[in-house]
Antibody
Framework: QVQLQESGPGLVKPSETLSLTCTVS????????WTWVRQPQGKRLEWIGN???????KFNPSLKSRLTMSVDTSKNQIYLNLTSVTAADTALYFC???????????WGQGTMVTVSS | DIQMTQSPSSLSASVGDRVTITCRAS??????LNWYHQKPGKAPKLLIY???DLESGVPTRFSGGGSGTVFTLTINSLQPDDFATYYC?????????FGQGTRVEIK
């Protein structure tokens, strides 16, 4: 079955760029929306944004100015870059697959990112 | 942003109980309402999408209802595996938003 695996540095310094990769295995990224969600410790889930396999994106307006997403269909990978990070960006970051507007049906295990000097 | 508010924030229940969680949206979201549960240290799992549709493989003791701004998740005959935190999510508009969660604990 389709599985998602997030990867990236666990520690990022303030003002630097957070870069994460989501690798999709057991299926193709084609014809799906791929969504990043984050969860600060003890807080609710936050929708970061999504990207269609074609590359079109929709972002959370609160993050839009700092956020880029991209896909590499040949590698079955999805990428997230968040610039100028602060402690408020410390969270568990999940890569997910969206069933259109019908929920997020597949989730990676998540990768913890801490912003600290 | 559309605010999603769940009630209660936590509840204690016993195996076999019927449990209902309510989710209220700050504006009409039609039928774009999904439910997840999450266990400690794990990713959320989709239970119900589009208010009432059960995700594949999810037990039929889970059911959803509501429309517009008020929605419910009901668990009939609570099982040990159901003790977790439950979240609602609106997928009506960007940014999609989640409720604050309802923690279901063992009484």
């Amino acid at each position: 079955q389709v599985q998602l695996q997030e990867s990236g540095p666990g520690l990022v310094k303030p003002s630097e760029t957070l870069s994460l990769t989501c690798t999709v295995s057991g299926g193709s990224i084609n014809y799906y929306f791929w969504t990043w969600v984050r969860q600060p410790q003890g807080k609710r889930l936050e929708w970061i944004g999504n990207i269609y396999y074609s590359g079109s994106t929709k972002f959370n307006p609160s993050l839009k100015s700092r956020l880029t997403m991209s896909v590499d269909t040949s590698k079955n990978q999805i990428y997230l870059n968040l610039t100028s990070v602060t402690a408020a960006d410390t969270a568990l970051y999940f890569c997910t697959r969206a069933k259109g507007s019908s929920g997020l049906d597949i989730w990676g295990q998540g990768t913890m990112v801490t912003v600290s000097s | 942003d559309i605010q999603m508010t769940q009630s209660p924030s936590s509840l204690s229940a016993s195996v076999g109980d019927r449990v209902t969680i309510t989710c209220r949206a700050s504006q009409n979201i039609g039928s774009y309402l999904n439910w997840y549960h999450q266990k400690p240290g794990k990713a959320p799992k989709l239970l119900i999408y589009a208010v009432t549709d059960l995700e594949s493989g999810v037990p039929t003791r889970f059911s959803g209802g509501g429309s517009g701004t008020v929605f419910t998740l009901t668990i009939n005959s609570l099982q040990p595996d159901d003790f977790a935190t439950y979240y609602c999510q609106q997928s009506y508009t960007i940014p999609q938003t989640f409720g604050q969660g309802t923690r279901v604990e063992i009484k």
